[in-house]
Nanobody
């Protein structure tokens, strides 16, 4: 099992920045990738970014160039640096981890609110 704890959410004005953190614990040696999703009110869950164990990262077009995903292997923590935030980025953000056995683990979600 893997446990994920997110932090760093909150409210910021449009144009501002936030950094989300996701700390993984448990059987982290079974993970091949971690990433971030978000879900706005009344909307489906949206993939944002993913980073693999080798450091390769992918991004959804909606956040490419504004968001950066990174990881610190030493403490099994993944970060999402979010810049030039827009009101449309308001959502609950979720960390997700993928293990080699095909299982996905989810964090509890953290609210991000962008005021105009």
């Amino acid at each position: 099992q893997v446990q994920l704890v997110e932090s760093g959410g909150g409210t910021v004005q449009a144009g501002g920045s936030l950094r989300l953190s996701c700390a993984a614990s448990g059987r982290t040696n079974t993970l091949y990738a971690m990433g971030w999703f978000r879900q706005a009110p009344g909307e489906g869950r949206e993939t944002l970014a993913r980073i693999y164990r080798n450091g390769f990262a992918t991004y959804d077009d909606s956040v490419q160039g504004r968001f950066t995903i990174s990881r610190v292997p030493a403490n099994d923590t993944v970060y999402l640096q979010m810049n030039t935030l827009k009101p449309g980025d308001t959502a609950v953000y979720y960390c997700v981890a993928h293990d080699n056995g095909g299982k996905n683990y989810w964090g509890q979600g953290i609210q991000v609110t962008i005021s105009s």
